[in-house]
């Protein structure tokens, strides 16, 4: 099994998840999605309340983060979740 979801079957394919990765960082809201869930896994409205960020823009850059690999949704009772994947971790070592 392969260690990271940003290497693919092919040179075009890493190109394509490298591109989606470094679309979902690149932005210092997302960066400030990805701070928020350093905390742990957290609902959308959590995130709301501890980045500002309203729920309508909330679910567009967590779909970005989402297709770029930083985040995961998890349903648990009856409430969607999302956490940091190993990927999404790099927050740590880029600008707020």
Excluded: M, Q
């Amino acid at each position: 099994s392969k260690d990271s979801k940003t290497i693919g079957r092919s040179l075009e394919e890493t190109r394509e998840y490298h591109t989606r990765y470094l679309r979902a960082i690149n932005s210092p809201l997302r960066r400030k999605i990805l701070w928020a869930l350093r905390e742990g896994d957290a609902t959308i409205e959590a995130l709301s309340s501890k980045t500002g960020i309203d729920v309508g823009s909330l679910e567009w850059h967590l779909k970005i983060l989402e297709h770029g690999f930083c985040v995961e949704r998890e349903e648990k009772d009856g409430k969607t979740f999302y956490k940091l994947t190993k990927e999404g971790k790099v927050v740590e070592y880029v600008e707020r």
